[in-house]
């Protein structure tokens, strides 16, 4: 059986363009791509935290340490500079490895500036 685990995310980074008239998709910092873990041209799932909007997409790669979350084409209808997303891939595994596997979540400030990294979400609290 395959199962279908978050691989990856990029919790609550702030958009910094929408052009909705760019050919590509999300350009994502390309050192946020690499701690993160995600491909370039890989699947990714936004959500945007400022109005509940959702779409999948595809990640490509913007200036390594630019601070850069814009989101093109029409996908730029969803979002707006300065709201919040959250960027996450996803990973197809056996069930023998899901019983170990841990996502890479990497957090960052304002200014999409890694803040540190994480393998496992937060316990919520009840």
């Known amino acids: 059986m395959q199962l279908t685990l978050l691989k990856a995310k990029i919790h609550r980074a ?3 363009r929408s052009e909705q008239h760019y050919e590509g998709s ?3 910092d390309g050192r946020l791509l690499d701690i993160a873990g995600i491909h370039e041209n890989e699947q990714i ?3 945007n935290v400022d109005n ?3 779409f999948v997409t595809y990640a490509i790669r ?3 340490n630019s601070g850069t979350i814009s989101v093109n084409g029409a996908a730029a209808l969803r979002v707006q500079p300065g709201h919040l997303v959250i960027i996450a891939a996803w990973a197809q595994v056996d069930a023998a490895e899901a019983a170990h596997f841990q996502p890479t979540l990497v957090y960052v400030d304002s200014h999409n500036h890694l803040t540190h990294t994480n393998c496992s979400i937060p316990k919520q609290a009840a």
């Open 62 to 64: 913007a200036e390594e």
């Open 52 to 54: 509940g909007e959702r």
């Open 14 to 16: 702030t958009v910094t």
């Open 26 to 28: 999300v350009a994502i």
């Open 45 to 47: 799932h936004v959500w």
